[in-house]
């Protein structure tokens, strides 16, 4: 059998809310990877909140964080880390230009998260963990660095009008997207850079561990992962994915995270008999 590299979204693939990982998941990757695949986890979240699915897959490969714009490998010390940041100066300007339009807002430097305020309907988006440092105040005041992302909540039905800002003002020097969510937050925007991406890191990763094209299996659910797509032969968008990524699949999963629509796909692909739940 032929090895792939497998590169897994986390957030609405793999996992269906913030850390629930039934231990017969994490027992059939460790077959996969027993039989010489490998695989790779590329995801929005930092690497605080994903490092408990690398460690319990027993992960030995580089990890995407930030949608791309930071990769490490944790136990290989000869691999390259990449590190991209956004200007912090561009990331005041888009907040103070747009502060009507804004509910909430964080940025983040690694570990530690630039919070506007307090507001514990946000928890969830802030994966705050014990390495976590927060400082609470105005992002003109608190943020010193250039950080590794960041995200607006902005209010009900505002997103546009952030991201239009954004795209008059920079011109493609830094980028916007509305993340595709319903109900109370509508308007979540990403702000990040064209210097990275997800098809950008995954292509550097794969690099790094020989694998090519058509050796390279995709699976995601949202726009983020229109870039990883263009890197594999094998596109994988499971059930409700976002339009734009069911439009470039070449696999289109009837099953969502909930029903564990990876592993069911990847138990048929390399007819493995797993335990699927």
């Known amino acids: 059998m032929d090895n792939y590299l497998i590169a897994i979204d986390l957030d609405g693939t793999l996992l269906y809310d913030f850390d629930s990982l039934d231990e017969s998941v994490c027992v059939f990757m460790h077959k996969l990877q027993n039989l010489g695949h490998k695989i790779v986890i590329a995801t929005g979240r930092p690497f605080r909140s994903s490092r408990f699915v690398y460690d319990r897959f027993k992960l030995d490969t580089p990890i995407i964080n930030y949608n791309g714009g930071l990769i490490t490998s ?5 691999f390259v880390p990449l590190n991209f940041t956004l200007k912090k100066e561009y990331i005041i300007d888009i907040f103070e230009n747009n ?18 305020h307090e507001e514990h309907a946000i928890d969830p988006l802030l994966h705050i963990t014990n390495e976590s440092e927060i400082f609470l105040g105005h992002l003109k005041d608190t943020l010193k660095e250039d950080p590794n992302g960041f995200i607006i909540i902005g209010k009900q039905g505002c997103g546009k009008a952030i991201e239009d800002y954004v795209n008059a003002k920079y011109q493609g020097k830094v980028l916007a997207r509305v993340w595709d969510l319903k ?4 308007s979540i925007v990403e702000i990040f850079t064209p210097e990275f991406n997800k098809g950008k890191a995954l292509a550097y990763v794969s690099d790094y561990l020989g694998f090519s094209k058509p050796r390279i ?4 659910d949202g726009h983020n992962d229109l870039e990883m797509f263009e890197q594999a ?7 409700g994915s976002h339009p734009d990524l069911l439009k ?4 289109i999963l009837i099953y969502d995270s909930s029903e564990n629509a990876v592993v069911r796909f990847l138990n048929d692909f390399f007819h493995i008999d797993g335990t699927i739940r």
């Not at 944790?74 to 000869?78: A, G, K, T």
């Not at 109900?183 to 509508?186: I, L, M, P, T």
């Not at 032969?233 to 059930?239: D, L, M, N, S, T």
């Open 248 to 251: 470039v699949a070449n696999r």
């Open 233 to 239: 032969a094998i596109r994988v968008a499971i059930k």
């Open 99 to 116: 502060v009507q339009y804004i509910r909430n807002a964080f940025s983040e430097v690694k570990d530690n998260i630039y919070l506007f």
């Open 217 to 220: 299996i995709a699976i995601g």
């Open 74 to 78: 944790p136990y290989d010390s000869l």
């Open 183 to 186: 109900g109370e937050f509508d």
